[in-house]
């Protein structure tokens, strides 16, 4: 599977792209298959009188399924189309790369007489959670259909990866994940990158067909949405995400702080953490720091196809 240029074009401007049946009818049955089996609790995905009310996993958590998304052949051409080879799975910062098992998240409707709202901020991946560096892009996978915009699916604001890359063009020192504990953002949120900006769209939440996916540019602000009250259709998706490999790679040296800005500390003796680094580190100088004017520069050919 390969993206045209009109749809390489939309998702360019619009920061995402709908992709249906990215994964085939087979495989996605099987992902069913595998999580039924798993459901506890009592839990049968088929049954909505069985459902807890919002956010569901069973005990333990959902495992890897198999295939594992990484590994889906449209998918991994996808990827390789508009990273032209340098993009690889996010993993977390200052291990050794593993595998990755791609997350699933389960959205059950909301407790009865819960007024459906609809998503005011979001947030943008790839910062605080451990991840190494140069967040590139995600996938949002359905592994069920969600007919209508209450129902759960990821919600995101067209084109604020714009909003977001125009932002970091002017405070590129705080690319590293300290724009979270900078004003606006601090007592804003991300939506204050995007308020007043004529560019950003509403809020959309995502709907398709079980096998459809959205792919996401790493800058666009994003976030789960509620499952509307009385919906007989679970959200269930799966993420995959890509970081580019060469920043990837330089993850442990430009390590970013725990949730509340304190110096993140590394997972074992054999990394180095640093917190955000000084203005005057050389690390600061690495391809994961570059804030370049063109949004594109790190991506495929056919994607940075700017003069
Ligand atoms: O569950 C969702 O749709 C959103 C997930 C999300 O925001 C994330 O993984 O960063």
Redesign the pocket.
């Known amino acids: 599977m390969r993206l045209s240029p009109a749809q390489l074009e939309e998702f360019k401007s619009e920061g995402a792209l709908a992709i249906p049946g990215l994964v085939p009818t087979g495989v996605i049955e099987g992902w069913q298959a595998q999580m039924r089996e798993v459901c506890s609790e009592g839990v049968d995905l088929d049954e909505p009188d069985t459902w807890p009310a919002g956010r569901y996993a069973p005990t333990g958590g959902w495992p890897e399924f198999s295939p594992n998304l990484y590994n889906v052949m449209n998918l991994q051409s996808i990827v390789e189309q508009v990273g032209g080879g340098a993009f690889a799975a996010s993993h977390p910062a200052g291990l050794p790369w593993t595998p990755q098992v791609p997350?699933t998240?389960v959205?059950l409707p909301s407790a009865p007489g819960t007024q459906w709202q609809a998503p005011v901020d979001g947030h943008l991946?790839g910062y605080a959670s451990g991840w190494g560096g140069g967040f590139m892009a995600f996938f949002?996978v359905l592994l069920w259909d969600v007919d209508s915009p209450t129902g759960g699916g990821?919600a995101y604001w067209p084109r604020s990866h714009r909003a977001n890359h125009r932002y970091f063009i002017e405070h590129p020192e705080l690319f590293d994940g300290s724009y979270l504990f900078t004003e606006p953002v601090q007592s804003g949120g991300h939506r204050a990158l995007l308020e007043g900006d004529p560019g950003v769209g509403e809020v959309v939440c995502m709907t398709g067909r079980a096998g459809d996916a959205m792919l996401f540019h790493g800058l666009t602000t994003?976030?789960?949405s509620e499952n509307a009250a009385g919906s007989r259709q679970a959200r269930v998706?799966q993420?995959a995400r890509y970081s580019h490999r060469k920043m990837r790679e330089q993850a442990p040296m430009v390590m970013f702080p725990d949730k509340d800005g304190t110096p993140w500390s590394p997972p074992d003796e054999q990394s180095l953490g640093t917190g955000f680094l000084p203005s005057d580190h050389p690390g600061r100088r690495l391809e994961r720091y570059d804030v370049s004017r063109n949004l594109w520069k790190y991506w495929a050919p056919e994607i940075n196809n700017q003069p």
């Open positions: 997350m998240r959205i991946d949002a990821t994003h976030i789960g998706a993420f």
